[in-house]
């Protein structure tokens, strides 16, 4: 696609149940990051790959969190057991390589809990 | 991970007053992004410096790097509304962790 691509766009869960959010980055684009947006506050880093792999996962809030990337394209950021606290935008941005030169942002997917 | 501090944390202007936002490394940074991120939408890529000491313009926006690779600015010239958002620097790391950004906001 000519973009980063994020699915769904809203989406509202009730406490307790699992959420998988989806990114398809661009096409060629090495390094896919996820990052979680409160409102009103900056980004905060949950983890990235190169290629398939995720060489730093430190930035999940906690091991409700997980994520994955295949055939080094599209990734999946799964939340277990959602709690209030996880509504937030959950953002995908992908760039050629893991040292830029620019990372490409999706829209985002607004989570929330209830 | 390398840690880059930006200030201020806010920021109000007059229009047609000028702004900066700086950012501060306590170790050498292989290079540094900037990122504009309007309220309700999601970051966009603004430049990339990467040399001691550059310097690069895009129109009223004047970016700095360091001599020493540690800090650098975002000088915007007569603000507009337009220029209304958060401003991110995010220093060289294959992580691209972003740090709190400015928030600008501008009185018409």
């Known amino acids: 696609g000519a973009g980063v691509s994020q699915s769904p766009s809203n989406k509202v869960t009730e406490k307790g149940k699992d959420v998988e959010l989806r990114c398809d980055p661009i096409?060629?684009?090495?390094?896919l990051y996820w990052y979680r947006q409160s409102l009103g506050q900056g980004l905060e880093f949950l983890i990235y790959?190169?290629?398939?792999?995720?060489?730093?996962k430190s930035g999940l809030p906690s091991d409700r969190f997980s994520a994955e990337r295949t055939g080094g394209s599209v990734s999946t950021l799964t939340i277990q057991r959602t709690q209030q606290e996880d509504s937030a935008v959950y953002l995908c941005a992908s760039s050629l390589s893991s040292y830029g030169p620019e990372a490409f942002f999706g829209q985002g997917t607004r989570l929330t809990v209830v | 991970g390398q840690q880059v501090m930006q200030i201020p944390q806010y920021q109000h202007v007059q229009e047609g007053e000028d702004f900066t936002t700086y950012c501060n490394s306590s170790t050498t940074l292989s290079n540094i992004q900037w990122y504009k991120q309007r309220p309700g939408g999601h970051p966009v890529f603004l430049i990339q410096l990467v040399k001691s000491g550059e310097v690069k313009k895009q129109k009223r926006l004047t970016f700095q790097f360091g001599e020493a690779k540690k800090n650098s600015s975002l000088h915007i010239t007569a603000t507009q509304t337009t220029d209304v958002g958060t401003y991110f620097c995010v220093g060289g790391s294959e992580k691209l962790v972003f740090g709190k950004g400015t928030k600008l906001t501008v009185n018409p």
């Open positions: 096409s060629g684009h090495t390094a």
């Open positions: 790959f190169q290629g398939n792999s995720a060489p730093d």
